[in-house]
Structures are given as C-alpha cells and as structure tokens.
C-alpha cells in the first residue's frame, strides 16, 4: 500500500525509520492517520511506532544505492567512522572515569576536558556533514542540530550530551549514523565493528 503523497508524510516516514517511534503530534495527524492507513505505522497511546511494513517501505524509498546521491553517502560515510569511535570514547568517558568510577560531575576539570574533545570532534565532524547537507536534501539539518546540542552541553547542561530523552548530541548522532546506514542500504547488524555507534 502506498503512503499519502507529499513530502510531509514521507518526512515522518524518513523520521519513523531513524527513531522507531514518534510522538503522535497532533499537528500531524492527516500525515499520521494515512501512514497508519497504509499499514506503515500504528497508534500507540500517544506514539506512533513504525511496523515492519513501514521499515521496509522506508527502506526501499530511502536507500541511495544505484540513486543520486549514493557517492556523497558514501564518501560521508567513510570519513564518519573514525569519528565515531571516538564519540564512543567521549560517551564513556562521559559517564565512567578512569578506573571504572562512575562520573557523579562533581570534577569540573575532568568534565571540561571531556566536553573539550566533543568540541573538537564536533569541529571535524562539521564539514563532513555540511557538505553532505549540500548534496543531499535530507542531510541538511544534522549540523544544525549538533551544534546546538554542543552549545547546550558547553553551556553547562550535561543532558545534552546523552539523553534519549532530547535532541542530545548522542540522539542526534545516532539519527545521522542510521541514516547513513540507510542511504547505502546497510543494515546496522551487518555493520563491520569499526563503523559501530
């Protein structure tokens, strides 16, 4: 079954797919209401959750290979997963210090010095994804949304850095990892170790 037409709905599609589930907005219910007709999502009290119908139309609709923009994925791609191992190191530093404490923040100096290396990680991040927003419509945002997750944690509020529960630099990342992922039609558990995230 088709999805309604338009760039909205496949938007929540394109969202759906990257999270799983999303709030059920109200503000998107003629969008909301045709995925689920289409058997692409279900209503769930307050979220809608993607179905296996829905991830494999979101699959098929959003995976570049042999499509424009494939190249661009791709070279993203290969330059992103150096920088995720070392967000990964940043995450776990993060919460565990050395030793295996866990970080109760209480030691500026050391939480700075983290924060710092998300800076810098994020400075050389920046191009990669600012270039691949250029060429490929759906990327554009992804810096936007870090760099305000980064303000944020710079300006002292550590949930911005982790939490699922917000737009955190990690939430962001994970989205802009999966859709990588997506446009080059990989699945995450075919993922060779290095690209991990």
């Known amino acids: 079954m088709e999805p309604p037409a338009g760039e909205q709905p496949l938007q ?35 979220v809608l959750v993607l179905t296996p119908a829905g991830r494999a139309e979101a699959d098929a609709r959003f995976c ?14 290969d330059r ?32 700075w010095g983290v924060i710092d290396r998300l800076v810098t990680l994020d400075e050389q991040v920046g191009p990669v994804v600012r270039t691949l927003g250029k060429r490929v419509d759906r990327f554009v945002r992804y810096r936007e949304r870090l760099r305000e997750a980064r303000r944020r944690v710079a300006d002292g509020d550590a949930d911005w850095l982790l939490s699922p ?23 995450r558990s075919d993922e060779s170790v290095d690209g991990e995230g």
Not at 18 to 45: T, Y
Not at 92 to 97: A, C, E, G, S
Not at 170 to 182: A, G, I, K, P, S
């Open 64 to 77: 570049l290979v042999g499509r424009p923009g494939q190249e661009h994925v791709q070279a993203a791609y």
């Open 165 to 187: 529960r917000i737009d955190s630099y990690h939430t962001v990342w994970m989205q802009l990892h999966e859709d990588l992922l997506l446009g080059l039609g990989i699945q």
């Open 12 to 46: 929540l599609l394109h969202a759906l797919r990257l999270q799983g589930k999303v709030p059920a907005s109200s503000d998107l219910s003629e969008e909301r209401e045709g995925l689920v007709a289409a058997g692409f999502a279900v209503l769930r009290r307050d």
């Open 80 to 111: 992103f997963g150096p920088l995720n191992r070392e967000l990964l190191a940043i995450c776990t530093d993060w919460q565990v210090r050395p030793g295996g404490v866990p970080n109760d923040h209480r030691d500026s100096v050391y939480d």
